[in-house]
């Protein structure tokens, strides 16, 4: 079953304005990353946080992982119309092989 | 990052056949995934591709119905085996290098299902 959840389903904003995607899941994890997807092609890692990181910043992203409340969040700063994309939260869990649990996505729209 | 090349990138099947597709990626890679992305949905793990030994498959997900090969290293299929329409899906291969916790993944292959 899935294991993240993600909201808002779908997020549009005007170019230049802060997104802010949420991702919640289930069970004790490893670490929690980001992809994104563009119209239905393949995925690209953005970002990996560890379950003992709080905060991690990569460019434009900044991901949070807050592990009391399961809980993580992607912010892309300062938009732009080529993020317009499908991003998705994948966990990684304590047990087993390196396998990702992906949560339903956010669909990002840049408005020009 | 890792080359991951799939193919087809898409096709068109008719009912009750079957389509394979093929992934290969880079050497640094060890270990692969199969992934399927129904219309509008998520990623779910079909199996993992285990080198020279039957793959190991996710709860719902069966050997009858989606064999997987993974002959050497670098180089893995995925079978669609008689397919209906709720077949119609992304179907996604992805690699992953050993020590390193993220994945790269292929361009994907789009199969529709008449």
């Known amino acids: 079953s899935q294991q993240g959840e993600e909201d808002p389903q779908a997020l549009s904003i005007q170019e230049g304005e802060n997104a802010t995607m949420n991702c919640s899941y289930k069970?004790?994890?490893?670490?929690l990353q980001w992809y994104r997807q563009n119209s239905g092609r393949g995925l690209v890692h953005l970002i990996l946080?560890?379950?003992?990181?709080r905060e991690k910043h990569s460019g434009r992203l900044r991901v949070t992982l807050d592990t009391s409340k399961k809980s993580s969040s992607l912010l892309i700063t300062a938009s732009r119309a080529a993020d317009t994309a499908s991003y998705f939260c994948?966990?990684?869990?304590?047990?087993?092989?390196?396998?990702?649990?992906f949560g339903q996505g956010t669909r990002l729209t840049i408005n020009p | 990052s890792a080359v991951i090349s799939q193919k087809p990138s898409r096709d068109i099947c008719q009912r009750g056949t079957s389509l394979t597709i093929q992934c290969q990626v880079d050497s640094q890679v060890t270990m692969m995934f199969w992934y399927r992305q129904q219309p509008g949905q998520s990623l779910t793990l079909i199996a993992t591709a285990n080198q020279g030994s039957e793959a190991t498959y996710e709860s719902g997900f069966v050997i009858d119905k989606f064999p997987i090969s993974r002959p050497n290293l670098t180089f893995s299929t995925l079978t669609v085996s008689n397919m209906s329409p709720e077949d119609s899906s992304i179907y996604l291969c992805s690699g992953q290098r050993q020590g390193l916790n993220e994945q790269f993944f292929g361009p994907g292959t789009r199969l529709t299902v008449l």
């Open positions: 994948a966990t990684a869990i304590i047990q087993g092989a390196q396998k990702l649990v």
């Open positions: 069970t004790s994890i490893n670490n």
């Open positions: 946080i560890r379950s003992n990181e």
